[in-house]
């Protein structure tokens, strides 16, 4: 019985291992950390972090917005505002005080109000805001908060010791849709880009319908080892967010 319990022990001990050093620390379910009447915060993995706040919109109601939160050793990185100045200010606060992170940056990942509403909230805490060129332009053009730096097609940002990947893949939802990846636990922010399993196709008031399959392709291609991914609004998913999105916009 002894020799049992030590094998038993000791397989044990090696899959808590082999877990640990994987460094991905996923939840089977995930956890939520924070809730009020605008903002919602739910934890996805050890370092992985999800912010949903409301949006109301003529054509589809009251909706949910979806932004991801990254940590490490101290510091965070936003995609994506909360969709208003009162809801980014109790995001900034949260993440101050409850991951006592300092905030390197927020990404807004296209122009769109549900991803860049909360922006004046951020400067007025001294946050760094950083969007592709594209949605400074449209940003600017439409009279609304514009960001305050601007990259073109891809960025690296330090969160703490790992990284954190913006890129631009091809219009989709907007001409400007960029995703967020971090590559330490595999989970990257779709936006509005990717579409959640059973959703329609959307507002497509400024979408490039014809490419948004080929834009989704070429994030299937470069990122292959993705394992969650949070669409713009919804449900969080796997890789079959991705097939879901092209077969939905795939040209008949």
Partial sequence: MKKIISVLSAILSL??????SSGKNYFSKPEI????????ITQLSKNTFVHTSFLSTENFGKVSCNGMIVR??????????ATDDKSSEELINWVKQNLECKINAVVPTHFHADNLGGLKAFEQNNIPSIAYFKTIEYAKERGLYVPQNAFKDSLILKV?????????FGEGH??????????????????????????????L???????????????????PNVKIIISGHGKYGNKELLDYTIKLFKPE
């Fill in 15 to 20: 899959v808590i291992l082999s877990d640990c």
């Fill in 33 to 40: 950390l924070y809730k009020s009447e605008d903002l919602i």
């Fill in 72 to 81: 490490d050793n101290g510091e965070a990185v936003i995609f994506d505002t």
């Fill in 160 to 168: 703490g010791n790992k990284n954190a990947i913006v890129k631009f």
């Fill in 174 to 203: 907007t001409k400007d849709n960029v995703v967020g990846y971090f590559p330490s636990e595999n989970i990257m922010f779709g936006g509005c880009l990717i579409k959640e399993i059973g959703a329609g196709k959307g507002n």
């Fill in 205 to 223: 008031e400024d979408a490039n319908v014809e490419e948004w399959s080929n834009s989704v392709e070429k994030i299937k291609k470069e990122f």
